[in-house]
């Protein structure tokens, strides 16, 4: 049941280079632009007395370059060492196999069969070598079931990973979690089985 996880600070890696392009990352990665670093720079400092005030919080990172380097910026802002963001791998983004590095347009002229059996199919269609959402909420759950209850934790990881993350805590429908929408650097404050958005310009 959501309510019984423990609450936790969630928050999208910066924009990248390949967001600015429109092309899926999923295992494979593209760094932070100066846009993305400036944003995250804003956000670590609107959710610093959040992070302070969640004492013994215990820190995770996406081991995906970059997650990392969003949490390396955040830690400088919040006076943390790095050290203190455990890498794991369940929290890296959905992987999208044969279709990494392309954009929309791309998929749907290369691989027209993968992109409408998708299209047909968004929440059990696992394109070669990926993922269906499906399997990423089953290692999602896996993950936050076996997580601390007694202390807050605080999450860097990405777009899909999160709304994965975000669905398995609210008990949000599929078709709910498909619909999700955030910008770039959105956090989220999870706690008692219920998500508040925090918007960083507020």
């Known amino acids: ?13 910066g924009e990248t280079q390949w967001n600015v392009a429109g092309r899926l990352q999923g295992h494979k990665d593209t760094p932070l632009t100066a846009n993305g670093v400036r944003r995250t720079l804003e956000v670590g400092t609107h959710l610093a007395v959040r992070v302070a005030a969640c004492k013994d919080a215990r820190f995770w990172v996406s081991p995906l370059g970059r997650a990392r380097q969003t949490a390396s910026i955040l830690a400088d802002v919040w006076g943390v060492s790095f050290d203190c963001f455990v890498d794991q791998t369940s929290l890296v983004e959905r992987a999208f196999g044969v279709w990494e590095g392309r954009s929309a347009e791309e998929i749907e002229q290369a691989f027209p069969e993968q992109f409408e059996a998708d299209r047909a199919d968004p929440w059990g269609y696992a394109m070669p070598g990926g993922e269906s959402h499906v399997e990423l909420m089953a290692r999602m759950r896996s993950w936050l079931v076996g997580l601390d209850r007694s202390t807050p934790h605080v999450v860097v990881a990405h777009s899909v990973s999160l709304r994965a993350l975000r669905g398995v ?17 959105a956090a989220f404050w999870l706690s008692g089985g219920q998500e508040t958005m925090i918007d960083a310009l507020a």
Do not use: S
Request: glycine residues 4%.
């Open 1 to 13: 049941m959501p309510f019984h996880f423990p609450d936790m600070l969630v928050i999208r890696h």
């Open 169 to 185: 805590y609210t008990g949000a429908a599929p078709e709910d979690i498909l619909a999700y929408c955030e910008p770039q650097t």
